[in-house]
T-cell receptor, first 114, second 111 residues
Framework: ETGVTQSPTHLIKTRGQQVTLRCSSQ?????VSWYQQALGQGPQFIFQYYREEENGRGNFPPRFSGLQFPNYSSELNVNALELDDSALYLC?????????????FGPGTRLLVL | KNEVEQSPQNLTAQEGEFITINCSYS?????LHWLQQHPGGGIVSLFM???GKKKHGRLIATINIQEKHSSLHITASHPRDSAVYICAVNPIIQGAQKLVFGQGTRLTINP
């Protein structure tokens, strides 16, 4: 049990639609990272938020956007869904302050785009 | 070429066998992580290493910074160890403390 929750657990959307995925971190964990994991692959870094500001971004287009809120929850928004967006989306929270951070992962949201 | 490579991609063994999973990386890192992912998708952190060796129960993780290589060992393997094991690194970059992941090793332990 990592103390990080995600909702929904599963989601089916059609191409062109928009989706919002949610993550709730442990209290005090003011850094949250989002990852996309395609089937059979390792997770890929989408972006990270620190104190409600984007703090780094991976190789994902602008239609992937995020928000972080003061209550340690965050959102991943994906516009104009494409078939290749079908994946497991993971959030991970951490408490910065040391160079070596343990990230606590949520259970993931499995998104299927038809 | 991926920055983090794991081998083997798939591993099947009998209960009780000694298991080794390897990870090589090509970038400077501040830390290396070994993670376990079960079929439901949830990821659990097993180890975070910056040097040397760590042991937790039947699991041992080692890292050689000069050779950019790490190994995860499981002694007296058990069917409940069946999972995907993922190696991930924190690259030395300014800004985001992101993780770069290997593709994972799917381990199956048969009774």
């Amino acid at each position: 049990e990592t103390g990080v929750t995600q909702s929904p657990t599963h989601l089916i959307k059609t191409r062109g639609q928009q989706v919002t995925l949610r993550c709730s971190s442990q209290s005090g964990h003011n850094t949250v990272s989002w990852y996309q994991q395609a089937l059979g692959q390792g997770p890929q870094f989408i972006f990270q938020y620190y104190r409600e500001e984007e703090n780094g971004r991976g190789n994902f287009p602008p239609r992937f956007s995020g928000l972080q809120f003061p209550n340690y929850s965050s959102e991943l928004n994906v516009n104009a869904l494409e078939l290749d967006d079908s994946a497991l989306y993971l959030c991970a929270s951490s408490y910065p302050g040391t160079p070596l951070q343990t990230q606590y992962f949520g259970p993931g949201t499995r998104l299927l785009v038809l | 070429k991926n920055e983090v490579e794991q081998s083997p991609q798939n591993l099947t063994a009998q209960e009780g066998e000694f298991i080794t999973i390897n990870c090589s990386y090509s970038v400077g890192i501040s830390a290396l992580h070994w993670l376990q992912q079960h079929p439901g998708g949830g990821i659990v952190s097993l180890f975070m290493l910056s040097s040397g060796k760590k042991k937790h129960g039947r699991l041992i993780a080692t890292i050689n910074i000069q050779e950019k290589h790490s190994s995860l060992h499981i002694t007296a393997s058990h069917p409940r160890d069946s999972a995907v094991y993922i190696c991930a690194v924190n690259p030395i970059i300014q800004g985001a403390q992101k993780l770069v992941f290997g593709q994972g090793t799917r381990l199956t332990i048969n009774p």
